[in-house]
């Protein structure tokens, strides 16, 4: 559908055209009249054919009196002079194409005819036409390989496409310091042309045609002159960012400025400013910024009032366009250009300020990808149309985000659809950071601008599928997909800067923490056993687009929650604190590992820097000096009891017939040693999964209930706890087991009923508006919008779209809803946020969702909690609802309201992030399936004895095994078999201990603690090398001086020895690599690696049957 090589075939038959293979390969032909952009793409047309099949096309400027590829545009007549082709779809048309096989008249065999209605048009079709062959458009900036052919051949026939949905397509680099800015430096001379050449081309592969360079630390005309000029050369269209006006980057004012930014007192040197920068750019395609802001992206200062900054914006325009005027060839209403409405100005345009015609009005998100304004019906008719700018990546409050991507394709599609169905489709622009790690959405945004109606709410996750397939191939598509929705479904619901502001997930109520890091870690294990499958080709390909982002997203978010779950075992008294609290730590070191693989590893350190960005430890909106580790509670021994435990219900403390959810309850140590724990249940029909166990530190248990045996109505049983010390500790659960089951309608669950917006029991439609769910959309599972969103709007309240959902209330009672909906904002100034809510027949109460004030300066709280949670909450109280079935009425009074998730609190709701998970529909129960809290095993403290087979490793070191029982005792650790007599080392973190004969005392004690962590890869480099990846960090605060001796053995036969000497200072990380030629009929075993240091050896073994 969206990567199908619809024209393009590698199997030759009477009905196709040859390309290239083994008996012939087309010359590439554009004549010396086209532009010169144009001839540049034919030679990567060239260039990518023979990347594909080996063989290099000659390359002509003259017409040839052979087949060849000819590639121009229909506005050169000395081409279609020669050339007997329809071209009435193209005249007139903006960047389109066609691509057709065709017998020129002079010759008997078929050519192949690229044609643009314009250069760009031209350019599209040599590139659309590289895609097909198998040539991404992430070549070089994602590594992506070549798909090699041994022939490529045309179908017959013709095929156009275009025009583009949106006029004007592009991406911003924007905050680019620390890491697109160190990488670029240690990379390239600057932001100069070699630099701006990789931009371009991938803004033209991705059928982009529009650019705001980089600023923060550069500027584009006068870091390089030759920028402006390759963007000639490539045919992109160069802008300026929303705080640059007359094509001058604020690095020309900060190098040249006379005065203040002021215009008010400043008036000459400015326009003496900007006429230099409009005649800089007069020969080149540009779209010239209108207006003016405050110094730096800041508010225009001084002491005006509202009224006189208005008054004094609009002369700045008049004189702006006065200097274009006179600079320029053209009529100044001929000229591109653009007023971004950013921030404050929106407020000036929005208070009656004046603006010509002809200026393309660019609207703006509010930074967090929810579009603040789009055009009226009487602003649609401007000639110069209406744009967008939007955000994956933003400095500023609440708080910056520019890591790895926050913003799943399902927003940005649900928000930028309906920009373009309000014809807002002049241009679009995307702040895109670093670009690294954004490009899985930055080629949607661009596809999306360049075919909107190709997508639908039903196949966006069709198109993740079909552009994992062709990055990766089919065999792994399905899984990739899986991975990048995953991830940035849950940086969509907290984004990672923001996990430490935010009323987290909830370890207490709902299984929340438990079910969130459950269903992220088997992503991550999803992640894992792609990278193990994937050819090494593929392997640091899916490390930068989707294994990193998705790897150090989950690693970030399970440091907070773990950091949080200390705190909280702390407050319980549960020794179980210590482990947590270490565990966090071990992930703060492991996003630093992370992100040094990324920096130093992939691609042989090609992207190095390209990571730097601090994402850990924010406290306000900009970031942090330095990666700081969450605070986190342990129990010091003084803290703990000689030997007690203590019980907590798990969830709740009920149970019922319609959800059938198990009792769970944790049984925890408070004190130093192990405790015999006996459990005894006083009903017969409630069986504990467990009567007796040793505890050492803690345990998670389930009472199921015997629905048959129970007894009718609500009862009581009682799970009691006795310790070895004759502790007791009970706990009564309630089971409600009806005489009569409730039927009608959804109902509630330990007091409250959920219900997600999709499963609605009843909808009313207008003939201008349908009810359509948007898959996926939503902080949990999707949601319900109208389309068209610019359909009709002059219906009553009583005759608008509504959502009906029945309810069963089992007694009368107050009851408080809660609608949960997209954090959109009413970009239609003639309308606003509204929903309509009933019960029954009564009649719909206005609701809103508070203050959404959004100007960059003074943001509301309702607006700031909005973009924080990601979402909105209507509220509705209703007093003393009586028993029975019920119908709850959701209307939508303005079309752009988004509805995902309906919450009724019947007295039971407990705070969640994302609310109370959802309840059942009294009859349809067999629709319904429990949620099961994770499961918790025990597990023992090493250094320590070992009472479980899951050990919990608190120090990093050299420990030894100690066997208490007179039999010889044999040690497996995490499935490696070990020498027990041997000095054994281990990381912290959970590993797993198999010790034989099960019988006896075992302890592991701890010899002497590391300060070195080392972690070890093995790949294949070409198809007759091995390396091997060492990477290590110093964690201690003094330097390591070490040695390394790594082995390959194949059949206890060694056949690859090297050594390697070094010092790492305290905190230094450092790869060292070594790569080895190897004979494919002798593939090694197993990798061997000795690492001395402090004058101890430890020893890594690694199997390696997978990578054989």
């Known amino acids: 559908m969206f990567f199908e090589s619809d024209y393009i075939t590698f199997d030759k038959d009477i009905h196709t055209v040859t390309i290239a293979d083994t008996t012939q390969t087309l010359p590439v032909v554009v004549l010396d009249t086209e532009h ?36 121009g545009t229909v506005d050169n007549d000395d081409l279609l002079n020669t050339l007997d082709v329809d071209v009435e779809e193209l005249k007139g048309k903006w960047e389109s194409f066609l691509i057709q096989t065709l017998i020129l008249p002079d010759q008997s065999e078929p050519s192949i005819l690229i044609l643009g209605s314009d250069n760009r048009g031209a350019i599209y079709g040599v590139y659309d036409l590289t895609e097909k062959i198998g040539v991404s458009p992430w070549h070089w900036w994602m590594d992506v390989p070549v798909k090699t052919h041994d ?186 250009q653009m007023w971004a409405l950013y921030k404050e100005v929106k407020e000036y345009y929005d208070s009656g300020m004046a603006i010509p015609d002809d200026v393309t009005l660019l609207w703006g998100d509010d930074n967090f990808g929810n579009i603040r304004r789009l055009p009226t019906s009487k602003e649609r008719s401007r000639t110069g149309g209406a744009g967008i700018y939007y955000h994956f990546d933003y400095v500023g409050g609440p708080r910056s985000y520019k890591w790895v991507n926050t913003v799943p394709i399902q927003k940005t599609y649900e928000q930028m659809q309906k920009a373009y169905a309000y014809d807002a489709k002049k241009l679009w622009i995307v702040n895109v950071g670093d670009l690294k790690p954004m490009e899985f959405q930055t080629e949607f945004f661009l596809r999306l601008a360049w075919d909107v109606n190709a997508f639908t709410p039903d196949n ?298 999709e499963d609605f029991t009843g909808k009313q439609e207008t003939k201008d508006h349908k009810w359509t769910v948007l898959p996926d959309y939503g902080l949990t599972q999707s949601s319900m919008a109208i389309y068209p969103v610019n359909g009709q709007h002059d219906y009553t309240l009583e005759e608008s779209p509504k959502l009906s959902y029945d309810i069963m209330l089992p007694e009368s009672s107050d009851i408080e809803v809660i609608i949960v909906t997209a954090p959109s904002l009413p970009f239609d100034p003639d309308r606003g946020m509204r929903l309509g809510l009933s019960i029954d027949e009564l009649k719909p109460e206005i609701l809103h969702p508070g203050d959404l004030t959004q100007n960059g300066e003074h943001d509301s709280p309702d607006w700031q909690k909005s973009v924080i949670y990601n979402c909105h909450h209507y509220r509705k109280a209703f007093k003393q609802v009586e028993a029975g079935e019920h119908t709850l009425h ?80 044999t040690l497996t650790i995490d499935g490696e078999p070990t020498d027990s007599s041997d000095l054994i080392y281990l990381t912290t973190g959970y590993h797993d201990f198999e010790v034989s004969p099960e019988t006896g005392s075992y302890k592991m004690v701890l010899e002497k603690e590391s300060s070195l962590a080392a972690v070890s890869r093995i790949h294949r480099g070409k198809a007759d090398e091995i390396i091997v990846d060492l990477m290590l960090h110093n964690q201690g605060e003094s330097a390591i001086e070490y040695k390394l001796t790594v082995s390959l053995l194949s059949e206890n036969r060694q056949i690859f020895i090297a050594a390697s000497r070094g010092t790492l200072k305290s905190d230094e990380q450092r790869l060292v690599n070594f790569v080895k030629d190897i004979d494919p009929a002798s593939l090694p075993e197993r990798l061997t690696i000795e690492l001395e240091y402090e004058g101890n050896t430890r020893t890594i073994s690694q199997p390696l049957n997978s990578f054989n």
């Not at 045919?235 to 002021?262: L, Q, Y």
């Open 460 to 757: 966006l996750d069709i198109y993740s599928k079909e552009w994992a397939d062709y990055t990766f191939g089919e065999e792994y598509g399905d899984d990739i997909a899986q991975v990048i929705r995953d991830y940035v479904k849950f940086n969509g619901r907290i984004k990672p800067e923001v996990n430490n502001l935010v009323e987290q997930y909830s370890w207490e109520n709902e299984y929340e923490a438990e079910r969130i890091l459950e269903e992220f870690s088997a992503s991550i294990d999803l992640a894992e056993s792609i990278m193990n499958r994937l050819p090494d080709n593929l392997k640091d390909v899916f490390y930068q687009v989707g294994y990193y982002p998705a790897k150090a997203s989950f690693t970030v978010l399970k440091l907070q929650l773990m950091a949080n779950l200390s705190k909280l075992y702390k407050s319980e008294g549960r020794v179980a604190a210590n482990s947590a609290a270490l565990e966090a730590k071990r992930l703060f070191e492991e996003d630093k590992l992370l992100t040094f693989e990324y920096n130093k590893r992939i691609s042989n350190g090609k992207w190095d820097h390209m990571m730097d960005q601090l994402h850990i430890g924010y406290t306000y909106w900009q970031q942090p000096d330095e990666l700081i580790m969450p605070e986190v509670a342990t129990l010091s021994r003084d803290d703990m009891l000689e030997e007690e435990f203590g019980v907590k219900v798990v969830g709740s403390d009920q149970t019922d017939y319609y959800t059938k959810t198990p009792l769970t309850v944790d049984i925890y140590n408070k004190g130093l040693r192990s405790v015999d724990i006996k459990v005894v249940s006083d009903k017969e029909w409630a069986d504990v999964e467990c009567s007796a166990f040793i505890l050492s530190v803690q345990r998670r248990l389930q009472i199921k209930i015997d629905w048959e045996k129970a007894p009718k109505g609500i009862a009581d049983v009682k799970i009691t706890f006795i310790g070895s010390d004759y502790q007791t500790e009970s706990v009564t659960f309630s089971v409600d087991n009806p005489e009569v089951p409730l039927s009608g309608g959804y109902i509630p669950i330990d007091g409250k009923i959920a219900i997600e917006a």
């Open 151 to 336: 022939a490529l051949y045309l179908k017959e026939g013709r095929i156009v496409k275009g025009e583009p949905s949106v006029e004007y397509r592009g991406f911003f680099l924007n905050d680019e310091g620390p890491s697109l800015m160190t990488w670029v430096r240690s990379h390239f001379p600057d932001f100069t042309h070699e630099f701006y050449e990789k931009i371009f081309e991938l803004t033209l592969r991705l059928k982009a045609n529009y650019h705001w360079p980089a600023m923060w630390d550069s500027t584009f005309y006068e870091d390089d002159e030759k920028n402006i000029e390759t963007a000639d050369l490539y045919g992109v269209v160069i802008g300026t960012s929303h705080h640059e006006p007359m094509n001058r980057p604020h690095g020309d004012w900060k190098a040249h400025k006379k005065g203040p930014w002021d215009y008010a007192t400043n008036k000459d040197y400015l326009q003496e400013f900007w006429a230099q920068g409009i005649e800089r750019s007069k020969p080149f395609e540009t779209i010239i910024n209108l207006g003016m802001r405050g110094d730096g992206d800041e508010p225009m200062g001084g002491d005006l009032s509202f009224q006189e900054k208005i008054e004094l914006m609009e002369t700045i325009i008049a004189d702006q366009r006065q200097i274009i005027q006179e600079t320029m060839d053209s009529p100044v209403e001929a000229v591109p």
């Open 36 to 71: 010169k952009s144009v001839k540049r793409a034919a030679g990567d047309l060239q260039n990518d054919i023979e990347r594909v099949t080996g063989h290099k096309p000659a390359f002509n400027t003259e017409r040839l009196n052979t087949p060849s590829i000819i590639v």
């Open 890 to 969: 959701v209307t939508l009074a303005d079309p752009q309201v988004v509805i995902q998730k309906i919450i009724i609190d019947c007295g039971g709701l407990k705070p969640t992030y994302l609310g109370p998970q959802a309840t059942p529909h009294a009859d349809y129960l067999e629709n319904y399936s429990v949620t099961l809290p994770a499961s918790l095993q025990d597990y023992s403290f090493v250094p320590g004895e070992l009472i479980t087979r899951i050990g919990y490793v608190t120090t990093s070191g050299f420990y030894t095994f100690v066997s208490e029982t007179k039999e010889k005792s």
